[in-house]
């Protein structure tokens, strides 16, 4: 029973571990594994083994256009979501009680709201005359209607709105992990409050802005009913393209080609990145 | 010798008559069980088959409460068939009914598209009803041209542009024409266009724009659409990506003009929206009914159609709630005149209206659709 169950100091066995895990790896490899090789396949098959779809891809510009231009607004998004979450997500690990709870709800209530509804809230505000247009007329400061809906600007203000709380949940609940020992003991020694952040809580905080970035930049890259509303035309991302491949032309092949050549990229990014940061060493150190 | 003639020629003339008889009789028993195939109508197939249920993949909201109310529900209230329905946009219905193929379980009986999908991407998954013999309903009570072949006409529009009268009030110059759209000196004011799948609308509106009158529009030539499209292209601050932002952005006060659905902008307007509505050169839109291949319940698909095209009543009744016509060939003249005025169908409109030519745009769908993004994209 024992040896059923733990050995080796509280790991569970490898037949107990595989149990637990079979669920989960069933799930995966039905629901991803399987429409993930499905789609390689098709864009590949047509049904003889053919390139077609991949020359496509790359002899048309406008692809590798919308592609570079969909990481550049996943990377913007990352950043902004980065420069906002982190503070607030400091302050929510440093306060304590009711006051931690209030800053929690007021991160989490906008996840609970759909990414249309806050999407939609956007161009209440920022549309020829909507709240933020009056308010600027109504104060004399500008005399036209600015153009600020549809504008790339907008879609970067609305999707960090969106992915705010994929990036700060992550980091909290690192830095929560953080034993209150580590900043004391740095102070013991005489480090200033600049000092310990610098030197303790950012290094240890990293894995969650590791987390938190991954998570907001592939959310991103798949974004498609913000870019629709608040967004312009040059503003097309590639999940755009994706679907109008999927179900105006039922070119499902191509749309597997585009899809393929995104899931590379990505995965080629968060390669590098994770090259860069060292995550594993700061994973294993702050564990 | 005389008697001898005239006895044969008795004989032969009695051969005859009994011949005739035969062949009249065989003729009247072919007649008559012609006629009994022909008498058994979709209904009593479907019945025979126990086909009690009907699915029909259509539209949501308004929309699906009017079809409910005026045909789904009398359907089955005559028939007893129930009707069960699915609701999505058509590029998802489409894409759906290929899975459906693919994986060879069909679920669906009907599925209502835009005149768009009836494209050799899409007609393989629908049924082939030829000249629509084996669904009486669409020669006795459609329209001319109601008959598809994958799919039987349904609601008729047109994607006109609609212009805020609020911006261009009754007394001061109003625009009438797609030049006078694409005119930003004289109607100055940001412009709505539609970026939903379908680049040849605003090409259309373009070339007529240029100057090419709306019967010559087809091959459409691209080159010159783009140029003129790029003199508009700083005036469009919204390229809608469906009809509920089309309407958004015109009641709002977000743009003075859009080219829109018709049946959006008539809506629009009766609920109290300051606009008119241009009809002159606006892409003819419409909804077909298609039978799914390979469908659960064919034989209650066809009676359904078969159904669908009776009843002007009703068919008047839905138009008036939806603002769209709709293919019964008597519903038109139960509107009042100035109802039939406003719609695609009225004669004085309808001879405005541009034909879209199906086999190009078919032919051409990938490659403007490409160019057009690109376009967009710049």
């Known amino acids: 029973m024992t040896r059923w169950r ?25 629901g991803f594994f399987y429409p993930l090789v499905n789609l390689l396949g098709r864009s590949l098959w047509t049904p003889e083994f053919s390139l077609v779809h991949y020359e496509r891809l790359l002899g048309e510009p406008l692809y590798l256009l919308i592609l570079m231009r969909t990481l550049w607004i996943a990377g913007v998004v990352s950043v902004f979501t980065l420069l906002l979450g982190y503070p607030v997500a400091l302050v929510m690990a440093r306060l304590g009680g009711w006051k931690a709870a209030l800053v929690a709800a007021c991160v989490l209530v906008p996840l609970w709201t759909s990414a249309l509804v806050r999407s939609y809230a956007w161009v209440v505000l920022l549309q020829r005359n909507g709240i933020v247009n009056d308010t600027l007329r109504g104060l004399g400061l500008t005399e036209q209607p600015l153009r600020l809906i549809h504008t790339e600007g907008a879609l970067l203000v609305a999707m960090t709105h969106v992915l705010l709380p994929f990036m700060v949940l992550p980091i909290y609940s690192v830095l929560r992990a953080i034993s209150t020992d580590l900043p004391r003991a740095a102070a013991n020694l005489g480090a200033g409050t600049w000092s310990i952040f610098r030197h303790v809580t950012l290094p ?17 890259l798949g974004f498609y009913i913000t870019p629709a509303l608040v967004g312009g035309p040059r503003t097309l991302m590639i999940a755009t393209l994706i679907g109008q491949q999927m179900t105006e032309l039922l070119n499902w092949s191509f749309a597997s080609a585009i899809a393929a050549a995104l899931l590379a990229v990505t995965l080629l990014l968060v390669a590098a990145f994770r090259r860069v940061l060292r995550i594993d060493q700061m994973a294993g150190h702050a564990g | ?49 126990g086909q009690t249920e009907v699915v029909i993949a259509g539209g949501a909201g308004g929309y699906l409460e009017a079809v409910k109310k005026h045909f789904y529900d009398p359907f089955t209230a005559a028939t007893g068939i129930k009707v069960t329905t699915v609701s999505a946009p058509y590029g998802e219905k489409a894409t759906r009914l290929k899975a459906m193929h693919e994986v060879g379980k069909v679920e669906w009986d009907l ?13 393989p998954f629908l049924r082939d009803l030829g000249n629509c013999a084996d669904v009486p309903g669409v020669a006795r009570n459609g329209v001319a041209g109601a008959c598809l072949r994958h799919g039987v006409l349904f609601e008729i529009g047109g994607v006109p542009y609609a212009f805020s009268t609020k911006a261009f009030p009754a007394g001061k110059p109003q625009p009438k024409t797609w030049a006078d759209f694409f005119d930003v000196k ?26 090419v009158p709306h019967d010559k529009l087809f091959p459409l030539d691209l080159d010159r659409a783009f140029k003129k499209l790029d003199t508009i292209k700083p005036n469009v601050t919204v390229w809608w990506r469906n009809g509920d932002q089309s309407q958004q952005v015109v009641r709002d006060g977000e743009v003075v003009m859009s080219m829109m659905y018709s049946g959006r902008a008539l809506k629009l307007r009766s609920d109290g929206t300051p606009i008119d509505v241009i009809w002159p050169g606006a892409p003819i839109d419409a909804v077909f009914v298609g039978a799914a291949k390979d469908a659960p319940h064919p034989h209650a698909a066809l009676a359904f159609i078969d159904f669908l095209m009776t009843r002007p009543e009703a068919h008047a009744a839905y138009a008036n709630a939806n603002f769209y016509d709709t293919s019964n060939k008597d519903a038109l003249a139960q509107l009042s005149p100035a109802d039939q005025r406003g719609r695609a169908t009225h004669p004085d409109n309808l001879r405005t209206l541009v034909a879209i030519d199906r086999d190009w745009v078919s032919a051409n769908r990938d490659k403007v659709i490409e160019r057009w993004n690109k376009w967009l994209a710049q």
């Open chain 2, 111 to 123: 599925v209502t598209l835009s005149l768009d999908f009836l494209n050799p991407a899409v007609t």
């Open chain 1, 204 to 220: 240890l905080s990293l894995p969650g802005v590791f987390a938190g970035t991954l998570m907001v930049f592939i959310l991103s």
């Open chain 1, 6 to 30: 733990q050995v080796r100091g509280g790991r569970w066995s490898p037949l107990a571990a595989m149990l637990l895990l079979s669920p989960m790896a069933l799930l995966l490899i039905a």
């Open chain 2, 186 to 211: 004289t109607y100055p004011g940001p412009r709505s266009l539609p970026n939903a799948g379908v680049p040849w609308w605003p090409i259309i509106a373009a070339l007529q724009a240029d100057g």
């Open chain 2, 1 to 49: 010798m005389r008697s001898g003639c005239s006895a044969k020629r008795e004989e032969r003339e009695k051969l005859m008559h009994r011949r005739t008889l035969l062949s009249t009789a065989v003729a009247l028993v072919a007649a008559l069980t012609a006629g009994s195939a022909e008498a058994q109508t979709n209904l009593e197939k479907a019945k025979q088959a």
